[in-house]
């Protein structure tokens, strides 16, 4: 597994928390920025980190700004991509279980880092449960197909 990470610089203090915990527990990550609190524009560096996740080169991705919100729409503005805002360890695990969420968004203005924390943990650990929720994942598929043909 490999997770590509992104911020802007309202997300930068909480991704780097993020990418210390996932470095501390041999998880590879790729960090595609910023580098800074200095301000920036978040749909350069969620593009770039999603990029990477629609190309394979990473599994997952884990993106922080303000509120979670702006990264979010950036994300599932790719098909293949199912990116959740999630503000607590149930909606990690719901959009994990349910959702088959490939793409986790936080907010850095209104997580403490230990919450934050928790919700990657558990978002990591919590996998695709299918069943009854696959045949709902293949109406979201059909609805990309139609809307993202060229």
Same mark, same amino acid.
């Given at each position: 597994?490999?997770?590509?990470?992104?911020?802007d610089?309202?997300? @930068?203090?909480?991704?780097?928390?993020?990418k210390? @915990?996932?470095?501390?527990?041999?998880?590879?990550?790729?960090?595609?920025?910023?580098? $800074?609190?200095?301000?920036?524009? @978040?749909?350069?560096?969620?593009?770039?980190?999603?990029?990477?996740?629609?190309?394979?080169?990473?599994?997952?991705?884990?993106l922080?700004?303000?509120?979670?919100?702006?990264?979010?729409?950036?994300?599932?503005?790719?098909?293949?991509?199912?990116?959740?805002?999630?503000?607590?360890?149930?909606?990690?695990?719901?959009?994990?279980?349910?959702?088959?969420?490939?793409?986790l968004?936080m907010?850095?203005?209104?997580?403490?880092e230990?919450e934050?924390?928790?919700?990657?943990?558990?978002?990591?650990?919590?996998?695709?449960?299918?069943?009854?929720?696959?045949?709902?994942?293949?109406?979201?598929?059909?609805?990309?197909?139609?809307?993202?043909? $060229?």
């Open positions: 597994m490999k997770i590509a990470l992104a911020s610089h309202a997300g @930068y203090a909480l991704k780097t928390a993020v210390a @915990y996932l470095v501390d527990r041999g998880i590879a990550v790729e960090d595609f920025g910023t580098d $800074s609190e200095e301000k920036t524009d @978040y749909v350069d560096f969620a593009r770039k980190a999603v990029e990477a996740l629609v190309a394979g080169t990473c599994t997952k991705a884990i922080c700004c303000g509120s979670g919100l702006g990264m979010s729409i950036v994300a599932n503005k790719f098909p293949g991509v199912y990116a959740a805002v999630c503000c607590d360890a149930y909606m990690a695990e719901m959009s994990r279980l349910h959702n088959n969420a490939n793409c968004t907010g850095g203005r209104i997580l403490p230990d934050a924390l928790l919700i990657v943990e558990t978002w990591l650990k919590t996998d695709f449960e299918a069943g009854r929720h696959q045949c709902r994942l293949e109406k979201i598929e059909e609805i990309e197909r139609r809307n993202f043909q $060229s």
